[in-house]
């Protein structure tokens, strides 16, 4: 009986923690992955979700060198609907740019590498499928110009009014 209680006890306790608790001895490339990741309660206008699809996140070579040559960032922006449902919004007005403030030039979609086209597609099947074909997650692809995710600048893009950043190069790069 005493250790269904301890069990129920933990059990409680794991449930509520906080979803965004740091992982314990996280290796170099969950490292990344966190950091890779914006995260931006709006209070009433909502959630923002910002995140860059970095090399240093991929172990495989190829696809490394193609995220060296293009920038793959997707934004979500979700907010609380009455009745306690979400709603999506669309995303429009993003800007993306180098540590100079340089804008990185986007490639049209007809011009993205099929690899790229692959992982896109599929991060929005999930989403969709995910969220019952309500989710508007919106990836772009960048021409990389400046920015190395393994290399000293910072990646900036700009939506809604914020411009979130991350400075490379990225935690868990080789050194």
């Known amino acids: 009986m005493a250790a269904r209680v301890v069990a129920l006890g933990l059990a409680a306790l794991t449930l509520a923690a906080p979803a965004s608790a740091r992982l314990w001895k996280p290796t170099p490339q969950e490292v990344t992955q966190d950091y890779t990741i914006i995260n931006h309660n ?87 499928q995910s969220t019952q074909g309500r989710s508007k997650l919106h990836w772009m692809v960048y021409e990389a110009g400046n920015v190395r995710a393994c290399g000293p600048g910072k990646l900036q893009l700009t939506y809604d009014g914020e411009t979130y950043s991350w400075d490379t190069p990225l935690p868990g790069c080789p050194k």
Do not use: C, F, N
């Open 42 to 128: 709006k209070g009433p206008e909502g959630r923002v979700v910002v995140s860059w699809m970095a090399s240093a996140l991929l172990p495989a070579p190829t696809m490394q060198q193609l995220l060296d040559k293009y920038v793959l960032v997707s934004v979500v922006h979700t907010r609380q609907a009455p009745g306690g449902g979400v709603t999506w919004d669309d995303v429009e007005g993003v800007q993306v740019s180098d540590a100079s403030g340089t804008l990185l030039k986007e490639v049209p979609p007809d011009a993205v590498p099929p690899a790229l086209v692959g992982i896109t597609a599929a991060a929005e099947a999930a989403a969709r």
